[in-house]
């Protein structure tokens, strides 16, 4: 059997984007082969070969025509990996002095291989952070999810007074597209008009206007102050 020493990087990671589509998802049990096929952006076959291996070691449970999920295990081995990913971002921001565009493909490199003793002294270097660079909370040293309550700007109705709580995205250009318009971790705005049938939203940033797709809105998750 595998054990969590001998846990690929490409397992770890299909773990890791497993958690994420289910922590977005909180309502759904499982997720499918075909939705994590997308989310890692390789085929479904070649996702179902892993899955297998996966299951068969313990870290998930395939059930047919509803899909898979994290079995306690392959949470916790799942949080560990999204907590040195995060943890490796975080660092390459503030000490390396990275864009926060920049940095997920490398955090991926980085986070595959460190050990805890690394990332916890990668940790203490920056600061002790609670959060990435995007927003995202970073799991404990002991695989425990910080609970952060916020909804996508989407889904608010105006008006609103909001804080930019995180971006859910990777997309290198929507990222530098997110932060030109100022929408950034922390940022504080207000929500003036959503135009109906999915139309676009009116935000007041540091005093300025700007119109964004509803596309963008979803990525953007917001809280209120």
């Known amino acids: ?10 397992q770890q990671e299909y773990l890791a984007e497993a958690y994420r589509l289910l922590h977005y998802h909180p309502e759904a049990q499982f997720i499918t082969t075909s939705a994590l096929a997308d989310r ?9 070969a892993v899955v297998e291996r996966l299951k068969t070691a313990g870290y998930v449970e395939h059930e047919p025509y509803r899909g898979i999920r ?7 081995e799942a949080l560990m990996n999204i907590r040195r990913h995060r943890l490796a971002e975080v660092f390459l921001v503030k000490v390396m002095g990275f ?3 920049e940095v997920h493909d490398e955090a991926d490199a980085i986070g595959a291989v460190i050990t805890e003793k690394v990332a916890s002294r990668m940790e203490r270097m920056a600061g002790f952070p609670k959060r990435c660079p995007h927003g995202e909370p970073i799991p404990t040293a002991d695989g425990k999810m910080p609970h952060i309550s916020d909804t996508p700007l989407a889904e608010i109705e105006p008006p609103a007074e909001l804080e930019v709580s995180r971006v859910n995205t990777h997309d290198s250009d929507l990222l530098q597209y997110i932060a030109s318009l100022k929408l950034i971790p922390g940022q504080r705005l207000t929500l003036l008009h959503r135009a109906p049938f999915h139309g676009p939203l009116r935000l007041r940033v540091d005093q300025n206007d700007q119109v964004i797709g509803v596309e963008l809105a979803k990525v953007i998750r917001v809280s209120r102050p």
């Open 1 to 10: 059997m595998i054990t969590a020493s001998e846990v690929t990087a490409v």
């Open 70 to 76: 994290l079995t306690l295990r392959g949470e916790h």
């Open 40 to 48: 890692v952006g390789v085929s479904a076959p070649a996702v179902a």
């Open 99 to 101: 864009g926060w565009h």
